[in-house]
């Protein structure tokens, strides 16, 4: 534990500063004279530094007191690193090896530093290079069943439960960015958000479609006020780092309490983006189908491993206060249960188309835009995949009461991109 008073580290201090942490020294070596330190991140709010010693590696996060991808003109409390860290433990207890391990934690200095991945990269670029990853929608699909059921009232002791609702609670300025930038700043001119040039038509038909914002309030009293499990908070691909088979989830900064649909809606929208974004990235048109195909693959994946784990978990971990044996099964009436489970299932896949939508429009309108498609550096070949997702999160987002299915979802998104191109 470092006394001084917080102060971001810098790749020539670093060393010094963590050399007296035993973990580190056993991790990385004993003589931190002898470490070396990189800054890495690359991602919307903190420094991320790889350590490397004679023994090891081991990554480095801490908190910045401000937006880093605005700057100092947006603070932001330190404190996220404490519910980061916090979501990261019960993490790494309901998904066992889903996590990185954390060696060391110092919440005056807002620091966590854990495993490095050997290998890892972020799945974001796997999915702009075109890279599959076995096994990936098994992988992320159990970690939103196991990390969500296990948090909520259908697993957890009722009073284990309130206290974590209320620990995380406090998360309020990381609450307060996910209910602005999701929910409300896309579907107006809010003064940080941009967009690609040539969406302007696009992005005004959507800012004037009362229906769509009227939905979009709806799913943000839904994330407002449906406390239903330990949300990760902000799953997107960026969140997740992946070396073939290997796959771990990061960055719980956002973890909050919230509806069940929103990690899974958010994470199948960023696999959906991905899909769109493929004609940006391919050499010769069609090129990359193949690819395509495996992206719509694990977005329809990841709700069907996602249901069925949930549904497992449902038969055999179901010892909360709700929906108890007692009314069920304890009565010969096993079917009850299952149609209860049903309607469970049936209610986070409408929130989660929902979740979706919104996701997909914020990541072209807002502020925070993906690489997937900030990486197309023509605009015009960039807004033409950006136009075909945004009508494919409209739909989404007013069709989430119809839409019965992941096959319809993967038939909207062909649909969509092939209006967009109809030579392809
Ligand atoms: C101001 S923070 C913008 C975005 O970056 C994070 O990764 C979250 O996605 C947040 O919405
Ligand atoms: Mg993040």
Same mark, same amino acid.
């Given at each position: 534990?470092?006394?001084?008073?917080?102060?971001?580290?810098?790749?020539?201090?670093?060393? %010094?500063?963590?050399? !007296?942490?035993?973990?580190? +020294?056993? &991790?990385?070596?004993?003589?931190?004279? *002898?470490?070396? #330190? /990189?800054?890495?991140?690359?991602?919307?709010?903190?420094?991320?530094?790889?350590?490397?010693?004679?023994?090891?590696?081991?990554?480095?996060?801490?908190?910045?007191?401000?937006?880093?991808?605005?700057?100092?003109?947006?603070?932001?409390?330190?404190?996220?690193?404490?519910?980061?860290?916090?979501?990261?433990?019960?993490?790494?207890?309901?998904?066992?090896?889903?996590?990185?391990?954390?060696?060391?934690?110092?919440?005056?200095?807002?620091?966590?530093?854990?495993?490095?991945?050997?290998?890892?990269?972020?799945?974001?670029?796997?999915?702009?290079?075109?890279?599959?990853?076995?096994?990936? %929608?098994?992988?992320? !699909?159990?970690?939103?069943? +196991?990390? &969500?059921?296990?948090?909520?009232?259908? *697993?957890?002791? #009722? /009073?284990?439960?309130?206290?974590?609702?209320?620990?995380?609670a406090a998360n309020v300025a990381l609450l307060d960015i996910t209910e602005a930038l999701v929910f409300t700043d896309p579907y107006f001119a809010a003064p940080l958000n941009r967009h690609t040039p040539g969406l302007d038509p696009l992005?005004?038909?959507?800012?004037?479609?009362?229906?769509?914002?009227?939905?979009?309030?709806?799913?943000?009293?839904?994330?407002?006020?449906?406390?239903?499990?330990?949300?990760?908070?902000?799953?997107?691909?960026?969140?997740?780092?992946?070396?073939?088979?290997?796959?771990?989830?990061?960055?719980?900064?956002?973890?909050?309490?919230?509806?069940m649909g929103f990690d899974v809606g958010m994470l199948i929208a960023n696999f959906l983006m991905a899909f769109h974004a493929q004609s940006g990235h391919e050499a010769r048109p069609g090129a990359r189908d193949p690819y395509r195909a495996?992206?719509?693959?694990?977005?329809?994946?990841?709700?069907?491993?996602?249901?069925?784990?949930?549904?497992?978990?449902?038969?055999?971990?179901?010892?909360?206060?709700?929906?108890?044996?007692?009314?069920?099964?304890?009565?010969?009436?096993?079917?009850?249960?299952?149609?209860?489970?049903?309607?469970?299932?049936?209610?986070?896949?409408?929130?989660?188309?929902?979740?979706?939508?919104?996701?997909?429009?914020?990541?072209?309108?807002?502020?925070?835009?993906?690489?997937?498609?900030?990486?197309?550096?023509?605009?015009?070949?960039?807004?033409?995949?950006?136009?075909?997702?945004?009508?494919?999160?409209?739909r989404l987002v007013l069709g989430r009461r119809t839409i019965r299915d992941m096959a319809e979802v993967v038939a909207l998104a062909r649909a969509e991109d092939a209006a967009q191109s109809p030579s392809r």
């Open positions: 534990m470092d006394d001084r008073p917080y102060a971001p580290l810098t790749a020539a201090d670093a060393p %010094a500063r963590l050399g !007296g942490v035993p973990t580190l +020294r056993r &991790l990385l070596g004993p003589e931190p004279a *002898a470490w070396t #330190a /990189a800054e890495v991140g690359d991602g919307n709010l903190n420094l991320v530094f790889i350590l490397e010693g004679p023994a090891g590696k081991a990554v480095a996060k801490q908190a910045l007191p401000y937006v880093r991808l605005v700057g100092e003109s947006w603070p932001l409390p330190l404190e996220r690193s404490w519910f980061e860290w916090n979501a990261l433990t019960r993490h790494a207890a309901r998904d066992p090896g889903s996590v990185p391990a954390v060696h060391h934690f110092d919440r005056g200095q807002a620091l966590i530093v854990m495993d490095y991945l050997v290998d890892h990269v972020i799945l974001r670029r796997s999915l702009i290079a075109g890279l599959e990853h076995p096994g990936l %929608a098994g992988f992320l !699909g159990r970690f939103c069943a +196991r990390t &969500l059921f296990r948090s909520s009232d259908l *697993a957890m002791p #009722a /009073a284990a439960r309130k206290a974590d609702l209320a620990l995380f992005a005004a038909e959507l800012r004037a479609d009362a229906r769509l914002k009227i939905e979009a309030q709806h799913l943000k009293s839904a994330f407002c006020s449906n406390a239903e499990a330990l949300l990760h908070g902000d799953l997107h691909t960026g969140s997740i780092m992946a070396a073939g088979d290997r796959i771990a989830v990061i960055d719980p900064e956002f973890a909050a309490y919230g509806p495996w992206t719509l693959g694990v977005a329809a994946d990841v709700w069907t491993e996602f249901a069925a784990e949930f549904a497992n978990l449902w038969r055999t971990e179901r010892r909360g206060i709700l929906y108890p044996a007692a009314l069920y099964e304890d009565q010969g009436q096993p079917e009850a249960a299952e149609a209860a489970l049903a309607d469970r299932l049936a209610a986070i896949w409408t929130d989660a188309l929902g979740f979706m939508g919104v996701e997909i429009h914020r990541r072209i309108l807002g502020l925070a835009h993906n690489a997937d498609f900030e990486t197309v550096a023509d605009e015009s070949r960039r807004a033409a995949c950006e136009a075909p997702a945004l009508r494919l999160g409209r």
